[in-house]
Each structure stands twice: as C-alpha cells, then as structure tokens.
C-alpha cells in the first residue's frame, strides 16, 4: 500500500517562521509547498514565488496543489513600517489574506488552514488594527462559507535562524563582540520590560496539532507561559561567551508589561514547550556563530 | 470681500445617490468635484474618472484640489454580486475606503468626510461583511490619525434618477405597461414584506448636516421612521397611473422585518424629512416618463 503524504502549504516560507516550519513538516513527512514573494528563501523545500496579492496566481496555486493543510504566516509585521505606509500593511494583512481565502474556497474548502494572527492585534497602530482585521475576515470566511479556519496567535518567538528579533540582534552583537574585540557598549533600552518567549519550533509544532485537531473558528493563544525581562535574557547570554557584556540603559522607564498569553486551549491538545528558554537561547548563538554576523 | 466656495469631493458620483448628492451641493454653491470609476456621470459639475483602486491618482486628486469637505459613496453595493465575486467587494468597499482615508490623511486630514455605509452591515454576506469592516477601519483610522470622520447608515434611498431599486423598477414597468399596452402581469415576491424608504434628497440633506457640524467618529443611523410594506407602494402607484396593474406573488413568505432606523442622533441637528413617500413616487414616475424606460 502506498501511503500519501500529506500536502501542505506554508506562505511567508522565507521568513524567520516560515523557515522552520518548512523544515519542521518536511523532517514531519509532509509534502512541503513554501510560497514566498521573494525568490530568497533558504528552505530545501518547494518554494514557489509569488506575491499573495497576486489572486489569480494565488488561486493557481492553490488548484493545482490542493493540499491538505494551510499554514498562513506571510504579512507585513513591522510596526514601523505599518505607521509609515499603513495601505501597503493593510493590503498584505487583510487583502493578501483574503485573496488566500478565496484561493482556498474556490480550489480545496476542505483545506485545513491556520492563520497566524499576532498578541499585538488590535493595538492602536496600523499593524495591530490590520490584524484585527485579519482575524475577523477569517472569522466571516469561515462562517459564509463554512472553511476550516483555525486562528493561532503566538507570542514572542525566537530560535535559530535569520529573526528580526532582539534575542537574535543579541547574539550577533555578541559574535561581533567576540571577532573583533570591541567592548564599546550595547545601547538597550527598558530592560526590566517582560516579555513573553517561546522557541519557534514549539510553536509550529502547536500549528500542526491545530492543523490536524484544531476547531474550526476558533483563536488558540500559545505562549510559553513565562515572562522574561531582557536583563534575564542578557544573563543567559553572559553564561554563553567568554566576553564582558557592557551595556547601556539608554531608557529605564517601564512599559506596561503585556498580559501572558492564555495557552489553555492549546494544551487541551497535550501540547507543550520542549525548548527551555536558556536551550533556545544557547542554540541562536551557535547558529549565528555558523553563518556569522 | 470675496467669499470663497467650500469644496467638496464626492466619491461614487455617477451612481444614484451621487448624482443627485452632485446636483445638491452644486445648487447650495458648494464646488463639487465628482469622482467617478466610469465615465458615464450625468452630473453637471467636474467629474474626475478614477477607480478608488488607483491610490496614486487618488491621493493625487486630494493633494490637488484640497477639500473642505468629502462624501464617500462609492462602492459595490450588491449582494449578489458579493456571492460571486467575494474579493472585489472586498476591494472596492474597505480597500478602496483605505486609501481614500489615506489620501485625506496625507493631504488634507481637516478634510470633514461623510463614509455612506449600509443597513446591511454586518449581515453575513459578503457584502454585510466589507461594510462592517469599512466602518471598522473609518473608526480605527479616526482613532489613529484624528481625522474628521463621520458615518452614516441609511434605509433604502428612493428618489428620481437612475436606481436598481425596486421602487424604480415598478415605475419602469408601469411606463412600458402605458406605452406598450402590454398587460401581463408583474412577478413580485413578499408583498407583505416592509421596507423603511427615503428620498435619497432628504438622506443628502441630512449628510450635509453631518458633513457641517457631525461628530467624529459616530455613526448616524438616517431613516424615514415609518415601514411600508411593497403592497403600499403598489397602491400608491395604482393612484397615479390609468392601467390596471396586475400583480402576481411569487413567493408570499414574510421575511424577518429589518428593524426601523433609529434617527435620534441626526433629528438632533434639527434634521428631517422633507418629501413623503407618496411625493418622491410620483416624482420618481415622472422621472422614468421623462427619460423613458
């Protein structure tokens, strides 16, 4: 008997998620489709370029793969960028969003599909009101015309690879640090501020439990449960490299700390974090050591 | 001392209610600047072609002309339509509404703007699901840019002019049944269904009130206050016409009524209706003598 594997496709597969989650469904068995609107990424799967605002390509693809599952991570996710030019964050967010819905009606309803939403939807900048509006449209979609939508929303997520994140605009400071021995000191600011980490692997593996179990229209929060101030972070770092670290508060106010995600629903699935955050941590530095700042 | 003209940009122009919205602000002695997808405007003022899907040109146009004022009719307004082409509504009614704001924004954020939206929003189509979200994203983007933006949700405009409503519909039929002598019957369905009518001059009347002294950010519901069932407007016909209509009821179900508009907010500004129904029928019969069916 030969068994198929299952297809899945995974937009945004050049980004930091996308990334690992091409090779977290690959090393899975899945049939891996990436689509990116770069031709850049570093994935060993198929990739095919295409910008999602692209609708009819978009519905091409989705005809000729019809794969089983969906995993949604392309957007624009820069809040500065979205205060700069909030039609072109609008357009990617909602738009490009609505394009892939309609891509999934027409060609394969039956898709089982997670959108990845963001724990600063609905916060008063572009960025987050264009989630906002994301996750409603996915919510309408899903109610007109009975789809098999799933809504995750993460928090913070870290880990080896190419991430626009502090923790990996760390360790490459770090790694500068270390080659050319210049100790001036790194400018951070609020370093008491918590935030809540979860490695990128536990939360793509908590994407395929919803892929396969999740319920229809319903918003998974996944988090790791745990805040973490940056000066916590910048320890681990300490016990990770020979240098002295130096650094310079340069804003000491306090933000009102974001509430930690409610992950209940999604350990109701047995889900749970395998990456402790020093592990996760030790392994973004190993990786930026091998391909260099 | 020379009085300057206020101007006003009005989106939709050649639609039913903008063209009758370009007559009236040009006869209150505004300057009106029509903007128009088709070329096919039977307005008398400047009529600028440009799809709202052009965000260039339509940041253009604003740059240019800087009103005071802006009245945002444009849009898909068809649910059946909406079933079919699920995305192009989605386009037209919040992308198109996005860069208009964006326009207002970069060029003129004191601009005072009236977004026309519709009873049906937030009915599960489609189409209730771009005017949600387009009143959504008016009060995100007052919120986050403090612009002067108001909305306002009317019942069903009749008036004279070229509508694809039932009302003109009927005065359509019974011009052809007086010239034709053609006495077949007229299919209608849910007779006994009541609908809330407005000339569409007194919902003008009433987003000029709004486009003058509104208040950001609310929305203002516009009715006539009174439901009337197709029967009514049948009888009100039959009293303006010689021949015998004859009606057959192709389906006698009675939907769920809509619930009458709540008109308080604009009867505050001293606001009210100026033609009755039985005026605007005649007047709409008069219209589709003139012009011929």
């Not at 738009?95 to 060609?107: F, H, N, P, W």
């Not at 320890?235 to 130096?246: M, P, V």
Request: aromatic share 8%; glycine share 6%.
């Amino acid at each position: 008997m030969v068994e198929m594997k299952k297809k899945i496709i995974i937009t945004g597969a050049a980004g930091f998620t996308g990334n690992s989650a091409c090779q977290y469904f690959a090393d899975k068995g899945y049939d891996v489709i990436g689509i990116s609107r770069s031709d850049l990424a570093e994935v060993k799967v198929r990739v095919v370029t295409c910008d999602l605002l692209d609708k009819e390509k978009v519905s091409e693809i989705f005809d000729f793969y019809k794969p089983d599952f969906c995993l949604h991570l392309a957007g624009v996710n820069s809040v500065p960028r979205s205060w700069n030019d909030p039609s072109s964050t609008i357009e990617a967010n909602v738009l490009g969003t609505v394009y892939l819905l309609e891509a999934i009606r027409k060609a394969v309803p039956s898709c089982r599909t997670v959108i990845v939403s963001s724990a600063l939807s609905g916060i008063d900048h572009p960025y987050g009101v264009s989630k906002k509006h994301q996750e409603q449209l996915v919510a309408d979609w899903a109610n007109l015309f009975d789809l098999q939508l799933m809504i995750a929303k993460p928090c913070n997520l870290i880990g080896p690879g190419r991430s626009p994140g502090f923790v990996s605009f760390l360790a490459n400071r770090i790694i500068q640090l270390e080659s050319s021995g210049d100790h001036s000191p790194i400018n951070i600011s609020h370093l008491q501020n918590e935030r809540e980490f979860l490695d990128v692997r536990d939360a793509i593996a908590a994407y395929e439990v919803l892929l396969k179990a999740g319920n229809r229209n319903v918003t998974y929060e996944i988090g790791s449960g745990k805040m973490t101030t940056l000066l916590e972070i910048l320890d681990i770092f300490q016990t990770l490299t020979k240098e002295k670290l130096t650094i310079i508060e340069t804003n000491d106010t306090k933000d009102l700390s974001p509430r930690v995600m409610n992950s209940e629903l999604i350990k109701d699935y047995n889900w749970q974090t395998v990456y402790p955050l020093e592990l996760s941590i030790k392994q973004i530095l190993s990786y930026h050591r091998s391909v260099g700042s």
